[in-house]
Nanobody, 127 residues
Framework: QVQLVESGGALVQPGGSLRLSCAASGFTWTDYHIGWFRQAPGRERESVSCLSSADGDTYYADTMKNRSTISRDSAKNTVYLQMNGLKPEDTAVYYC????????????????????WGKGTLVTVSS
């Protein structure tokens, strides 16, 4: 049974940084890519970043490009999203997700392709 548990969400001031964590269990890294998505109030869920379990390739949405880094600690079965230079418009619930391994994440790091979702962690950027 695939389980994804996010943590690290918090209230942070504009310009601040956060590191989100996603503890994964119930599958092996050869089965899924891992991604981060977010959903702001009144808006659709959108991509943030994806990490290929096949070759380590990464994808970043334009909204978070150059401000975020996705990484994985295989020994801890944990995926991280480091976010810097946070803006009020980054306020959202951030979700960890598992995507099918056969996908090309550069093209298909999108909510419609996700197989499994975590329950999310809230990030609020406000002064």
């Amino acid at each position: 049974q695939v389980q994804l548990v996010e943590s690290g969400g918090a209230l942070v001031q504009p310009g601040g940084s956060l590191r989100l964590s996603c503890a994964a269990s119930g599958f092996t890294w050869t089965d899924y890519h891992i991604g981060w998505f977010r959903q702001a109030p009144g808006r659709e869920r959108e991509s943030v970043s994806c990490l290929s379990s096949a070759d380590g390739d990464t994808y970043y949405a334009d909204t978070m490009k150059n401000r975020s880094t996705i990484s994985r600690d295989s020994a801890k079965n944990t995926v991280y999203l480091q976010m810097n230079g946070l803006k009020p418009e980054d306020t959202a619930v951030y979700y960890c997700a598992a995507l099918p391994i056969y996908l090309t994440i550069q093209v298909l790091c999108i909510p419609e392709t996700v197989d499994h979702w975590g329950k999310g962690t809230l990030v609020t950027v406000s002064s």
